[in-house]
């Protein structure tokens, strides 16, 4: 929301029962898919004096009465729109409630492992195509009589960066798999978003720098690389959240668990 995305249970959005609807008001800033999307999922709060215990979800159609969109311009990730919402006395019928009333907030959470999951499996990802791309333009690129990979300045670099992408890797793998066996791997699915994100940033930095001036140009794939790359330790959970919540689980010894079970 507007107001601080950092402190979902700080949301302002609320829904208030009328009979067999609710009546959805607040507004909610760079969701992504917002602009293009037929329904989407809400979060707001049915008991706005009980705290995180107050939230419920919804699916709204956003042709519903009430709903504005409107589209928002960003330094990367130009392939999905990020859309800014506002809802102003919207109707949605009680049956569009999604799974019980006032557990809006740990079904949020529970899906925050998937999420942050799938954003670390990107970064890895990416810093690997970078690096990939990165090899090939340092075996053809010449300068003083000699290919840009036979300089150890820039192969020892190269064999760092790519040793930091592997690390991310087979790590992003291994929580994959615990959490397609139905573990419910908060704690690695955290560290893996934390790490390879910025993981990401550092190794397509160098990237664009191995390929001079033509890092630059958006001409090469490593200007968008790098634009893009910026999300990572913001969307779906700011480093710094990503860092408080590792620290509540191993200083303090906390323990997440899933709002659902699998059936
Ligand atoms: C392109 C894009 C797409 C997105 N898509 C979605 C989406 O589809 N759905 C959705 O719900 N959200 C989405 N988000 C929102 C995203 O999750 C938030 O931007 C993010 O969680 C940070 O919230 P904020 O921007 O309000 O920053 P704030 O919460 O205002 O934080 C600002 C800064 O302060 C730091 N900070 C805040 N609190 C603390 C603290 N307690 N301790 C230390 N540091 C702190 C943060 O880490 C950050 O650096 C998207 C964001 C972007 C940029």
């Not at 402190?7 to 302002?12: F, S, T, Y």
């Not at 506002?86 to 949020?108: H, S, T, W």
């Not at 999420?115 to 791309?133: Q, S």
Request: aromatic share 12%; glycine share 8%; net charge neutral.
């Amino acid at each position: 929301e507007p107001f601080g995305g950092s402190d979902v249970a700080g949301m302002r959005s609320t829904a208030a029962r009328h009979g067999e609807t609710y009546i959805l008001n607040g507004s909610k800033t760079f969701i992504t898919n917002g602009y293009y999307c037929d329904y989407m999922v809400v979060a707001a709060k049915t008991s706005p004096e009980s705290g995180n215990k107050g939230i419920s979800m919804f699916v709204v159609d956003k042709n519903s009465k009430g709903v504005s969109v409107s589209k928002l311009d960003k330094l990367g990730w130009r392939a999905s729109d990020t859309a800014e919402i506002a809802f102003d006395n919207c109707e949605v019928p009680a049956e569009n409630l999604l799974g019980e009333e006032g557990k809006g907030f740990p079904y949020i959470m529970q899906h925050f492992a998937l999420e942050r999951l799938l954003m670390a499996i990107n970064a890895h990802a990416r810093a690997d195509f970078a690096l990939e791309y990165a090899k090939q333009y340092m075996s053809e690129r010449k300068t003083f009589g000699k290919h840009l990979n036979e300089y150890q300045a820039l192969r020892h670099k190269y064999a760092e960066r790519y040793a930091e992408m592997d690390m991310c890797k087979i790590y992003n793998f291994n929580v994959a798999y615990k959490l397609n066996k139905g573990d419910y791997p908060v704690k690695e699915a955290t560290i893996a978003k934390l790490t390879s994100t910025k993981m990401a940033d550092e190794v397509i930095y160098d990237c664009l720098q191995w390929l001079g001036g033509y890092g630059y140009m958006e001409e090469y794939p490593m200007a968008r690389l790098f634009r893009d790359s910026r999300l990572g330790p913001i969307g779906g959970g700011t480093s710094e959240i990503l860092r408080e919540i590792i620290s509540k689980m191993v200083i303090d010894g906390k323990v997440y668990k899933p709002a659902t079970q699998k059936k």
